[in-house]
C-alpha cells in the first residue's frame, strides 16, 4: 500500500458478502473491530433494491454479536455530506456491499465520504468491501464492461481485483489477464473467500482460492495461506 499510515485492516471479498460462507471470515473481523458496530454502505447497489442489502447484512451479524448501521449513501451528493462523513469516520468496521463498480466510483471519488473511509481505516478500523468494492478500492480496476483496465480509488496501488474468479466467464477473465498493465498484480478472489491485508501480510481466507497473476504465471492460494510479495 501507498506510504500513508496503515494500521487496521484491509478486506477484498471475492463476492457474496453477508452469506453463509462468509460467517467464520466476518465473526474474525468483528472480532478483530474496536467496536461492535458495523457500517453498510449500499452505494453500489443504489439501482438494485439497496434497503435490501441492510437487511442482509443485519441478519448475518446478529448471531455474530454485532449491530449494523446501514447508511442510504446513493448518490454524489450524499457522499459530500459532512454528518454522513463523520459517522463513517468513527466507525470501526465499515463494509461496502458489492453492486456496480462504475457507480460506486462516481459517487466516492474525491468525496469527504472517501477520505473519511481512509481516516476510519488508517485509525484501526476494518474497511471490508466485497465484489465492486473490492476493485474499486484498488487501481488499476477491472472494467466490467468488458474485462480491460480502468482508474480505481488507489487504496492499493499496481494491485487488481477480479471478483467472483471461480465463475467468471472464460472471456473475461482472460481479457483481464491479457491487458494486465506492467508492473500491476492480478488477483482473482473467488466468492466467499477474502483477501485480507493487517499488520503488513496479505493472507487468505474463506472456502475458495485467491488466485495471483504475474505476467504468464498463476498460482493459487487457499484458505489460510499468507502471500508475499503483493503490493503494498
Known sequence: MSARKRAGTFVLVGGGEFGDGCRD???????AAPTDEVVVLPTAA???HPERVGERAEAHFAPLGATVRTLPVLHRGEAEDATVAEVVRAAGFVYLADGSP?????V???SVLFDALLAAYHGGGV?????????VLCDPMVDPRGGAYTVGLGV????????YHGTAADHLRER???LLPK???????????ALVYVEGTWRVQGAGAVTVYDGATATAYEGESTIEGLPS
Do not use: C, M, Q, Y
Open 25 to 31: 471470515l466476518d465473526a474474525e473481523l468483528v472480532s
Open 46 to 48: 443504489a439501482f438494485e
Open 102 to 106: 462504475l457507480h460506486l466510483r462516481s
Open 108 to 110: 466516492l471519488k474525491d
Open 127 to 135: 474497511l471490508a468491501a466485497s465484489g465492486a468494492g473490492a476493485t
Open 156 to 163: 492499493v496501488r499496481n494491485l487488481a481485483v477480479f471478483p
Open 176 to 178: 483481464s489477464i491479457d
Open 183 to 193: 508492473g500491476a498484480t492480478l488477483v482473482g478472489i473467488d466468492e466467499a473467500t
